[in-house]
Structures are given as structure tokens and as C-alpha cells.
């Protein structure tokens, strides 16, 4: 079977990511991928009160990061980045709280998922701007990711929290 190779092939895209766009995705993208780590690593080793609740709400942040991960390569590669998902970068790279190794108290977890969450969170809110600049299109994609984040972390955090006692407080009104 005979395979064609071509010396050349242009494209000419509408929209080409810049180099601060490239850079601002691959972060989201290293810290959607420790967020899935960090996820499986509490899910095998969560112990304590509400062990099977959060042990099955952990697999909805592992799933929920490694979809929002996938989506945002693909995007990369639809804007012409290309990604770098290798565990090497990821360590190296990551903006995410170190997450314990060994058996971890499930209050523990709640507290450390939940800062991983909003660490991600505060990663794609720093890049929003210049991101929507560049490319509204992608900028849709980190609403999404910050909605679906911020609803996790809320839903995690819900196992810690005091009503009336807890810090930030909830607005009445």
C-alpha cells in the first residue's frame, strides 16, 4: 500500500494561538491533569466518616478533570498548540497543593480536593482575560470549566462545613 507524503501542506486557520495563549492553556491543561491525580490518588485512599459518599463524589472530579483536560488539548491542537500532557511536565509544572500520600483522613480530603479544585479554578480565572482577548471561543471553555469546578468544590467542601460557622460565609439575602 502505497503512502502519500507531501513536502508541504498549508492551512490557513481563522484564529492561531499566540505564545501566551499556548502557555496560559498548557497550565490549565497540567492542572486538570493533577487535579485527575490527585482525585484517584484520594479516591483509593480516603478512610473515615462518609467513606463511600466521597469515594464515589471523587470520581466525579476525576472524571470532570479529565474531560475538561481533553477538551482543552483538543482545543489546543484546534488553535495549533501543541499539548504536553507527560507526567514529567505535569510535576514540574503544576500549581496544585501536594495531595499526601498513604491513608487520608476523609475530612483531610475534603480540605485538600477541595483546594486542588480551587486552585485550577484560580488558574483558569488568571488566564481568562487575556484569553478572551485572543479568542473568545476558548475563553467559552473556561467558563464552563469554572462552573463545573466551582460546583464541585462547593459540593466537596459541603462535607467540612458548619451552617453559620464557616469561613467564607454564605450571603443571605
Known amino acids: 500500500m502505497a503512502t ?7 492551512t490557513h486557520p481563522a484564529y ?11 497550565q490549565l491543561l497540567v492542572d486538570l491533569s493533577d487535579l485527575a491525580l490527585q482525585g484517584k490518588q484520594a479516591h483509593w485512599n480516603v478512610i473515615g466518616p462518609n467513606f463511600r459518599d466521597l469515594h464515589l463524589q471523587l470520581d466525579e472530579v476525576v472524571d470532570a478533570a479529565r474531560e475538561f483536560g481533553d477538551e482543552v488539548a483538543e482545543r489546543m491542537r484546534a488553535v495549533y498548540v501543541v499539548p ?20 487520608v483522613d476523609s475530612a483531610e480530603v475534603v480540605d485538600k480536593i477541595t483546594a486542588s479544585l480551587y486552585a485550577v ?29 466551582e460546583q464541585l468544590a462547593w459540593m466537596v467542601s459541603a462535607e467540612n462545613r458548619v451552617a453559620g460557622r464557616s469561613v467564607p460565609e454564605s450571603i443571605v439575602v
Open 4 to 10: 502519500l507524503h507531501r513536502e508541504k501542506h498549508v
Open 16 to 26: 492561531q494561538a499566540d505564545q501566551q495563549v499556548a502557555e496560559h492553556l498548557q
Open 84 to 103: 504536553d500532557g507527560s507526567a514529567a511536565r505535569v510535576a514540574a509544572q503544576t500549581s496544585l497543593p501536594p495531595f499526601p500520600r498513604g491513608e
Open 121 to 149: 479554578v484560580s488558574t483558569a480565572r488568571r488566564i481568562h482575560d487575556d484569553v478572551d482577548r485572543a479568542d473568545p471561543t476558548t475563553a467559552d471553555l473556561l467558563h464552563t470549566v469554572i462552573e463545573r469546578l
